[in-house]
């Protein structure tokens, strides 16, 4: 197995280890102890190698059941994990779509960390310097309407039930980009709010979603489906929406099959339907999900049945990634991945929606949502903008 040493993004400054759903009494004393890092030509199964990894560097993770141990203060506190949807994607034998806009990042990256002493807290960054291009599109709205048309195509040939089509926008940039992606971890509503960081690459996350908690032997999902502007007007039209509820309903059952797949027989449950809540200026639907782990679960196992996240893939899944393979003119990168923590006894991913990516001299974001049979394709296309604008103004410092 190849392992990397602690690592940092080169040329750009370090604000500290700020990694989605890490413990926050222990950020400010968190220290890089190792990494590993996989992209598609080093071979084998990422997920087995990420939960081998884990293991040898004090976290074991191969039965989720089993109570964590004392904790060692001398040891690992814990790690960050994330795993691309291309990556995800594999994992379940689906293709992976189209490559990657930004190569120097990996497509699974596990870092471990231990403790040292409190870092001083981080000074505000100056704007000066900071300067972002305009955005270049993955694709015109006609096409992304297009796209639309054809996943309704495939619905009506009773190909797929529903596909989450994305696009993608990329920007040059000058300056440190760490406080812009900050700024983006951030914005409100955002549950995985973080960055992670690397030798020439950086991610920043403002995700709501959870892919996949576990906490005391119970697992969580919280899938997110329908939008609407964050206005009176626009949660009752949410709530009374056939549409937007039927695709939610969509998805929930999808993730209650996933996690049935990894659960204790009987122990799938829906505790939450089609609740309102809020990110940005935006409404979004979300249920949330539950199950008992089952006996003898290991991390691996896990990511393959949870990876990719239904409500950014489709239904049925695998059908709908081929859809996405083939209609996408531009790989997923950092978004509709999973991203977040894991530690014996713990683990917490976020899907990373709202989520952007640096490379050495661009800025990329993605955006999307679900198509179903009632969707309107100049509709989709005006959703997926305000998903992604407040995203664009977070990274501008607007």
Known sequence: MREDGPDGVETLSRAGVDVPAAPVACRRTLVERARWQWRPADGGDPAAL?????????????????????HDPAGACGAALYVSAAAGAGLVGAPSGAANPAPALPEVAVVVYGHGPPAPPAAAAPAA???????????????????????????????????????????????????ALGRLAALPGARYGGTLTGAGWAIGCASPETLVELTDGRLVTRPIKGTRPATAVGRAELLASAKERAEHVMIVDLERNDLARVARTGSV?????????????????????????ADGLGLADLLRAVCPGGSVTGAPKLAALDRVAALEPVGRGASMGALGWVAPGRIDLGLTIRTAAVDADRV???AGGGITWGS???????EAAAKTRPVRAALAGR
């Open 50 to 70: 990420a939960q081998e990894f884990l293991a040898a560097h004090g976290l074991p993770l191969h039965d989720l059941a089993r109570p964590a141990a004392g």
């Open 129 to 179: 310097g900071w300067w972002l291009g305009d955005w270049a599109e993955s694709w015109t709205p006609r096409q992304h309407a297009e796209a639309v048309t054809a996943v309704r195509a495939a619905i009506g040939r009773g190909d797929v039930y529903q596909v989450n089509l994305v696009g993608h926008a990329a920007a040059r940039y000058a300056g440190d980009p760490l406080p």
């Open 269 to 293: 449950r829906v505790d939450e339907l089609f609740a309102v809540r809020r990110w940005c200026d935006l409404w979004q639907a979300e249920s949330t999900v539950s199950a008992a782990v």
């Open 364 to 366: 990329h974001v993605w």
């Open 376 to 382: 309107d394709p100049d509709a989709e296309v005006a």
